[in-house]
Antibody
Framework: EVQLVQSGTEVKKAGESLKISCRGSGYMFGVFWIGWVRQMPGKGLEWMGIIFPGDSDARYSPSFQGQVTMSVDKSINTAYLQWSSLQASDTAMYYC????????????WGQGTLVTVSS | QSALTQPASVSGSPGQSITISCTGTSSDFGTFDHVSWYQQHPGKAPKLVIYDVSDRPSGVSNRFSGSKSGNTASLTISGLQAADEADYYCSSYTTSSTLVFGGGSKLTVL
């Protein structure tokens, strides 16, 4: 079964750093893109960017460029999303998902990582 | 910035069919050939129900279908069931080499 399993809920303070993870299983991790999607409380889905584990080619939405960093460790089939200095406005659910192409559909999705940032 | 427009809400009775639209501009989305649709139940992760405008992933009910006309893509759900009540999002590749989601449509089964 193709599966993406994300790291658990995070509660942080503004100004702190954070790195969340997404581990793929059941498929060749290195040949499919991994995308990250934000969903703020009660709001819709926002595409943050996508990374190709094979060569770490990362592409960011202009809205998130410079705000977050995507990375991968293909030796352990894991993708990461990190912040160097969190803000209260980063409070959201973050999903990873397997991408069929750089800007294509996502299937499957991880279960989501809830990040809460207090000011 | 590129935008995909969906109705905020749609509703229908059990057994009926409903259609959710997703509209963009050709300058932002080209020929609109890379539209996908996702279903999201409350508290759950999104689930792919349609890709490449009208293709259905394995395991998704054939009650879900997709189409497009010009710069509007549509998701149709036939034989509406209570379990279909959820939020639905379209997404598409953009000519600026990004991906955009629509604002989402809340489906209520009456």
């Amino acid at each position: 079964e193709v599966q993406l399993v994300q790291s658990g809920t995070e509660v942080k303070k503004a100004g702190e750093s954070l790195k969340i993870s997404c581990r793929g299983s059941g498929y060749m991790f290195g040949v499919f893109w991994i995308g990250w999607v934000r969903q703020m409380p009660g709001k819709g889905l926002e595409w943050m960017g996508i990374i190709f584990p094979g060569d770490s080619d990362a592409r960011y939405s202009p809205s998130f460029q410079g705000q977050v960093t995507m990375s991968v460790d293909k030796s352990i089939n894991t993708a990461y999303l990190q912040w160097s200095s969190l803000q209260a406005s980063d409070t959201a659910m973050y999903y990873c998902a397997r991408g069929m192409g750089a800007y294509d559909w996502f299937d499957p999705w991880g279960q989501g990582t809830l990040v809460t940032v207090s000011s | 910035q590129s935008a995909l427009t969906q109705p905020a809400s749609v509703s229908g009775s059990p057994g009926q069919s409903i259609t959710i639209s997703c509209t963009g501009t050709s300058s932002d989305f080209g020929t609109f050939d890379h539209v996908s649709w996702y279903q999201q139940h409350p508290g759950k992760a999104p689930k792919l129900v349609i890709y490449d405008v009208s293709d259905r992933p394995s395991g998704v009910s054939n009650r879900f279908s997709g189409s497009k006309s010009g710069n509007t893509a549509s998701l149709t759900i036939s034989g509406l069931q209570a379990a279909d009540e959820a939020d639905y999002y379209c997404s598409s590749y953009t000519t600026s080499s990004t991906l955009v989601f629509g604002g989402g449509s809340k489906l209520t089964v009456l």
